[in-house]
């Protein structure tokens, strides 16, 4: 049985300043392109997955996202100087990585019993070069306890030289492209090992993210 999972009201006050804030900041200094944004099913609880290759894919996707999902993210970030203002601003879920966290899978399950959406990058962490690395296979625990939709989305342009451009006023091109709605396949890896059918599953994830991606940008999944 899970805890009933609540948003702090000064969380949900500060969200909005915060993506209204960023929203003005990335559309006045970037040109953001988005497609796709009508294939979110507002309203209902999905995961939301996306390539991660700087501090930046966060601040933008969710600043145009039309929702304000709870975001997964390392436990470092709360305890970063700068970073951890914002992460305790927005709030969201914390996780110790390269361990099994039940404390932050609580927390994940509970907000998806609430209705509530949740954001992660799969790589469990920044790759800083475009190329995604593999994916980490915890988000399958979630998929395995809820059949919910997973919404891919790759990100270009938010290199880590995003905010040198800014400042040298090159106004950077941003791309969120948003893919279809997907379900994991019904006995996806099942006549594999777990510790095999769990990395094949979340590869799957990962190769709809690519799919969004070009080239350069895939990694392990091109």
């Known amino acids: 049985m899970t805890s009933t999972y609540h948003v702090p009201l000064l969380n949900r006050i500060f969200r909005v300043i915060i993506l209204k804030t960023f929203r003005l900041i990335f559309g006045l200094f970037c040109r953001v392109e988005t497609t796709g944004l009508d294939k ?50 927005y709030g969201g879920i914390p996780i110790h990585r390269g361990e099994v966290d039940r404390s932050a899978m609580k927390k994940m399950l509970a907000a998806l019993e609430a209705g509530l959406s949740i954001a992660v990058a799969p790589e469990g962490g920044r790759s800083h070069t475009p190329g995604m690395r593999r994916g980490k296979p915890g988000i399958v625990f979630l998929l395995e306890k809820y059949r919910i939709p997973i919404i891919p989305v790759g990100i ?67």
Do not use: C
Request: charged fraction near 25%.
């Open 40 to 89: 979110v099913p507002v309203g209902e609880s999905y995961l939301m997955v996306f390539n991660h290759v700087s501090l930046y894919e966060a601040p933008v996707l969710l600043s145009y996202w039309p929702e304000k999902p709870e975001v997964l993210g390392a436990v470092d970030v709360w305890n970063r100087p700068g970073q951890d203002l914002l992460a305790k601003a």
């Open 156 to 222: 270009v342009g938010t290199t880590e030289d995003l905010l040198s451009n800014l400042i040298r006023l090159k106004k950077p091109r941003i791309e969120l492209n948003i893919g279809d709605p997907f379900f994991l396949p019904d006995g996806l890896g099942d006549d594999l090992p777990r510790s095999e059918a769990y990395q094949q599953r979340v590869d799957y994830v990962m190769r709809k993210i690519a799919e969004l991606l070009p080239d350069e940008y895939r990694g392990y999944y091109r």
